[in-house]
Nanobody
Framework: QVRLVESGGGLVQPGGSLRLSCAAS????????MSWYRQVPGKARDVVAY???????NYANAVKGRFTISRDNAKNTVYLQMNDLKTEDTGVYYC?????WGPGTQVTVSA
């Protein structure tokens, strides 16, 4: 059974950092494309970053140079390191594998 559980969200000031984690079970993150999405109220979920099976990464333009997606195959976990956070990064962050989503973790960037 596929399961995704995000953690690591919280309240942070602009310019701060957070690291989100997505603990997976029921499949191997190293063998699959894994993505992080963000959703703000009233809008659809938008992709923030993804990592492919060979390990290449891709980012939304708004987060390039500030966010880093990575994975730990031994822990079966995907991470999203977020640095230099901006107020517009606020939202619920979701981990995605194929058609499966985690429950999300709230990130709030505010002074």
């Amino acid at each position: 059974q596929v399961r995704l559980v995000e953690s690591g969200g919280g309240l942070v000031q602009p310019g701060g950092s957070l690291r989100l984690s997505c603990a997976a079970s029921g499949f191997s993150v190293g063998d699959n494309l894994m993505s992080w999405y963000r959703q703000v109220p009233g809008k659809a979920r938008d992709v923030v970053a993804y990592i492919t099976t060979p390990g290449s990464t891709n980012y939304a333009n708004a987060v390039k140079g500030r966010f880093t997606i990575s994975r730990d195959n031994a822990k079966n976990t995907v991470y999203l390191q977020m640095n230099d956070l901006k107020t517009e990064d606020t939202g619920v962050y979701y981990c995605k594998y194929q058609a499966n989503w985690g429950p999300g973790t709230q990130v709030t960037v505010s002074a």
